[in-house]
T-cell receptor, first 117, second 112 residues
Framework: NAGVTQTPKFQVLKTGQSMTLQCAQD?????MYWYRQDPGMGLRLIYY???????DKGEVPNGYNVSRLNKREFSLRLESAAPSQTSVYFC????????????????FGSGTRLTVV | AQSVSQHNHHVILSEAASLELGCNYS??????LFWYVQYPGQHLQLLLK??????LVKGIKGFEAEFIKSKFSFNLRKPSVQWSDTAEYFC??????????FGKGTMLLVSP
C-alpha cells in the first residue's frame, strides 16, 4: 500500500548511544517532516525538508540531525541519545503545491516508539 | 507565528452523547485547518480538513467541523459518539508556506 514507512517500530537505547530512524514515502511527495509526540504536548516539529536537497529546523531540533537522502527518504539521527528524547517519533510527507495555500495535507507513518534509559 | 489551542485535554462521554471539541488558532491571514485522530497505538489519520469554500466541513465517520473566521475557531462535532470513537484528537493549522502546527490534543473516552 502506498504511504509512509518508518523503521524501526520500537527501540530502546542507552544514554549516549546513537541511532538513525528511517522514513520512506512512495507517494512522490516533495516535502517530508519529523515530529515527536509527548503526552500533553501534542506533536512538535523537529526538522523538515521542503524539497529534495533542503532541510530546515522546526520547533525542537536540538539533539537531532536529519538527512534527505533522496526524494523518497528522510532520516532522523540521534547522535548521543538522552532520556529527554524518549518519545514517539512520526514521519510525515506532503505534496507542495504552486500557490501559497495549495490544497494538500500530510500523510503520517505509523511511528517509532523510542525509549532512552 | 501560528499556534493552536485545544480547550479540553480530556473528555469523557457516554455512548450516544453529542460531542464538541474546541479548537482556536492564532493567525490573522488565510489558513488551512485540519482535525486528525489517533486511535490507541496507531498513527494519525486525517478526519477532515478545511481549505476554502463552505465553512461547514464533513469528514469521515460522521464527524464535521465548522470554520468560524471571526472567532478563529474550528470546532469538531459529532451528534452521537460511539465507543469506537475513543481516541486522541488533534487540531492543526497551516498558513502560507508554513508547516503544520498541532494543538496539544484532546483525549476522548467514550464509555459503553
Amino acid at each position: 500500500n502506498a504511504g509512509v514507512t518508518q523503521t524501526p517500530k520500537f527501540q530502546v537505547l542507552k544514554t549516549g548511544q546513537s541511532m538513525t530512524l528511517q522514513c520512506a514515502q512512495d507517494m512522490n511527495h516533495n516535502s517530508m517532516y519529523w515530529y515527536r509526540q509527548d503526552p500533553g504536548m501534542g506533536l512538535r516539529l523537529i526538522y523538515y525538508s521542503a524539497s529534495e536537497g533542503t532541510t530546515d529546523k522546526g520547533e525542537v531540533p536540538n539533539g537531532y540531525n536529519v538527512s534527505r537522502l533522496n526524494k523518497r527518504e528522510f532520516s532522523l539521527r540521534l547522535e548521543s541519545a538522552a532520556p529527554s528524547q524518549t518519545s514517539v517519533y512520526f514521519c510525515a510527507s506532503s505534496e507542495r503545491g504552486q500557490g501559497a495555500l495549495a490544497n494538500y495535507g500530510y500523510t503520517f507513518g505509523s511511528g517509532t516508539r523510542l525509549t532512552v534509559v | 507565528a501560528q499556534s493552536v489551542s485545544q480547550h479540553n485535554h480530556h473528555v469523557i462521554l457516554s455512548e450516544a452523547a453529542s460531542l464538541e471539541l474546541g479548537c482556536n488558532y492564532s493567525y490573522g491571514g488565510t489558513v488551512n485547518l485540519f482535525w486528525y485522530v489517533q486511535y490507541p497505538g496507531q498513527h494519525l489519520q486525517l478526519l477532515l480538513k478545511y481549505f476554502s469554500g463552505d465553512p461547514l466541513v464533513k469528514g469521515i465517520k460522521g464527524f464535521e467541523a465548522e470554520f468560524i473566521k471571526s472567532k478563529f475557531s474550528f470546532n469538531l462535532r459529532k451528534p452521537s459518539v460511539q465507543w469506537s470513537d475513543t481516541a486522541e484528537y488533534f487540531c492543526a493549522v497551516r498558513s502560507g508556506y508554513s508547516t503544520l502546527t498541532f494543538g496539544k490534543g484532546t483525549m476522548l473516552l467514550v464509555s459503553p
